[in-house]
């Protein structure tokens, strides 16, 4: 590297270090250097918001306050505690990965990056994150907030998930990392894509640290980098969803041989179309395909719609009415729930059931309020 670039990234470092020290989030996976704990909230971050994953984190760490706790812990464990934050594969990968530190390294989290890039579901991204913050190692980072200030920040124009631009990323977030407080740093470059270096048209230029030295901005150039490739359009799937009901509890089934929600349970689902009717018709045929069961299918309640993995998901929520036994299905009090590895989608519902519930027990009780409240004729 000649003298003048150095210069540049010490220059652009010693600015990104002061903007960090005063303008940071306190956020709670940053009072420690615990490699743990720092390892938790990067899985729990990837394709979540900082906002979400707060709570989750918090209530994870509480359950699992050490790694060899987590470690020890049965996975049906690790998935409830997971519940609400989606990519269950995340939560299986950590599961492992501890297991894996336990079983090869004596307990201890390793040091070495490309020991940390050797653990299930730990990619560069992360591995890099750990090194610095934990190690300080001079280990770059680069997610979707570093790629975005970076690209504007030298004016780097074409696909910056693909070579050559890609490689070029990397080797201009590891100048960067090279040099005092490689963690601060590495955080100073997400904090500033998260929270100034906004995406399309919300950039706050007036705030950011790097204005002066910003090629992008210089060039009006801002708003159309980085080029990242057009989304397709997400595939859209209609299922038809059964809330069955039986004094007071719900009927749920437990999937398996599905590698994303493997073990979760669920309110019992069949593909369909948006046609009632075929609706109706698939649910009864699943109930007596798959666990011998009788079905009568009422009214769409409501549709919940998620958008997941490519998919926009419409889910027809329908009453229905299930005769017979199987082991295949289990009935559970609202409470009971709670306590189990749910789908995401699945939560979503109940919680909006028992809401629907109450309200109309409420408006039944001021009813007969009113009713008992008017004078007797005589």
Known sequence: MARTERETY??????????????KRELPWRR????????????????????????YYERFLRRFPSLQALAQAQEQQVLTAWTGLGYYRRARMLHRAAQEVVAEHAGQFPSDPEEILGLPGIGRYTAGAISSICFDLPEPVLDGNV??????????????????????LWDRARSLAEGKAPGDLNQALMELGATVCLPNTEPRCLFC???????????????????????????????????????????????????????LFEFPSAEASKEPSQQKQSLVQMFRDQWKLGCRVGE??????????????????????????????????????????VTTATRKILTRLLQESSSTSKQASTAATKSSNRPVKR
Request: charged share 30%; proline share 6%; with cysteine.
């Open 147 to 168: 790629i975005r200030v970076l690209t504007r920040l030298f004016a780097l124009e074409g696909d910056p998930t693909k070579a050559p631009l890609s490689n070029d």
């Open 10 to 23: 010490r220059n652009l470092r010693r600015k990104l270090l002061a903007w960090y020290s005063t303008e």
């Open 209 to 263: 640290p790097l204005q002066a030295d910003c090629r992008a901005r210089a060039e009006g150039k801002i708003h159309r980098l980085p080029e990242l490739p057009a989304r397709r359009a997400p595939k859209v799937e209609h299922w038809a969803v059964a809330v069955a009901t039986r004094r007071g509890r719900y009927l749920l089934r437990q999937r398996h041989g599905e590698t994303l929600l493997n073990g």
């Open 32 to 55: 420690s250097k615990d490699p743990y704990r720092v390892w938790v909230s990067e899985i729990m971050l990837q394709q979540t918001r900082v906002e979400a994953v707060i709570p």
């Open 300 to 341: 769409e309640r409501f549709v919940h719609r998620q958008d997941i993995s490519g998919r926009r998901v419409f889910l027809h929520v329908l009453s229905a009415e299930v005769t017979g036994r199987s082991q295949g299905v289990r009935w559970w009090f609202p409470s009971q729930v709670e306590q189990r590895a």
